[in-house]
């Protein structure tokens, strides 16, 4: 039989919606305890955190309320003291991408978690949509050759500004790549099991909100010689999103508005999950999935998924395409993901 853990989960802004919604369906985990995670005053309590949780109005008792493992739901310049607590306590951490919002502090969770006991988990949902699974699964066995294109285009509609507009702060969010685009540069990577070697990108703010970069392309290289591209408009009215890969002799395409996935040749695909753009949060395909991989690391189980390449991948390819941005020139990355 399973073991079910307690969950404290640390922010309760629009996407703690989500994120409480899917781990209370894997059925692996309790919501035992909820807190905003950055002053916000003394707000009432969420209407959506369970009843049979505490709510505090201080992070840290949250730690102390005897959790197992902790969700980080945050602000992303406020990540890393969360992180640092929460290894001093021992509990086990699923934090939301992006870990921090600048290269350097997140190279600093990073060395931090590599050296804790307990599991530390990046919420880059998208690896466990059940059509990301499939196209992994055959690339790893073999049934299809490894792709020489991988795409992502992403069409929606402008940042929620969240608590006192953080997610329209360059300086809070580390910019739109890094913000937004991280799930995407995360499976370009986790497609070609490989690390990106240089890094072009091209946009600018094309609506009202300073200094939000809301419309880009993006071109990612990756040591085997395979290429990535990234089209992101978030000046819609309503979520377009299209995942695609080719390679020799195959293709594979997810459109998230008709929820379908397609191999060609054909090949099984499994049907995503629904999902829902509302006020109540927006649940990205694989959100299910996730928890019920972070519970089994919790058990002691490795997870393919997790390991086929770092999450820290995502992060170096995102800073990139920010300098790229802002210097007008490609960015190289060396092996140790330092930019030039």
């Given at each position: 039989m ?8 640390i922010?309760?802004g629009?996407?703690?919606?989500s ?12 919501i ?6 950055h ?7 969420p ?17 102390a ?74 690339l790893?066995d ?29 300086k ?10 991280c799930?995407h ?22 609506s ?20 990535a ?6 000046t ?19 459109n ?38 972070f ?24 800073c ?21």
């Open positions: 399973s073991v079910t853990y307690r969950l404290g989960v922010g309760l629009n996407r703690s919606r994120l409480i919604r899917a781990a209370s369906e894997c059925g692996r985990f309790t035992v305890a909820g807190s905003h995670g002053a916000v005053g003394r707000p009432e309590r209407a959506h955190l369970p009843e049979s949780a505490t709510y505090h109005t201080d992070w840290q008792e949250v730690l309320s005897h959790a197992d493992a902790i969700v980080i739901a945050t602000p992303n310049d406020t990540h890393a003291d969360i992180v640092r607590a929460a290894i001093a306590r021992g509990v086990h951490i699923l934090c939301e991408k992006p870990l921090a919002h600048s290269i350097d502090e997140t190279r600093e969770i990073w060395r931090a978690v590599q050296c804790a006991t307990t599991v530390f988990h990046v919420g880059m949902e998208l690896r466990y949509a059940p059509a990301v699974q499939s196209l992994v699964g055959a790893e073999g049934t299809v050759e490894q792709p020489q294109l991988v795409w992502a285009q992403e069409f929606r509609p402008p940042f929620r500004p969240g608590v006192r507009e953080w997610r329209r702060s360059a809070r969010t580390g910019g739109t790549f890094l913000e937004k685009n799930h540069f995360d499976l370009f990577a986790l497609v070609f099991g490989d690390r990106p070697v240089s890094v072009h990108a091209m946009g600018a703010p094309f009202t909100i300073p200094g939000v970069v809301d419309q880009a392309m993006v071109l990612v290289g990756f040591l085997g010689g395979g290429s591209t990234l089209a992101l408009d978030m819609q009215s309503t979520q377009r999103l299209r995942l695609g890969a080719l390679g020799r002799g195959w293709s594979f395409e997810y998230s508005l008709t929820d379908t996935s397609e191999f060609q040749p054909q090949l099984p695909v499994p049907a995503p999950p629904e999902q829902r753009w509302q006020d109540e949060g927006w649940d990205h395909p694989g959100e299910v999935q996730q928890f019920q991989a519970a089994r690391r919790i058990d002691g189980e490795t997870d393919g998924t997790a390991d086929r390449v770092s999450p820290l991948w995502a992060h170096v390819i995102a990139a395409a920010e300098t790229s941005l802002t210097s007008g020139r490609v960015v190289h990355i060396d092996e140790a993901g330092n930019l030039s």
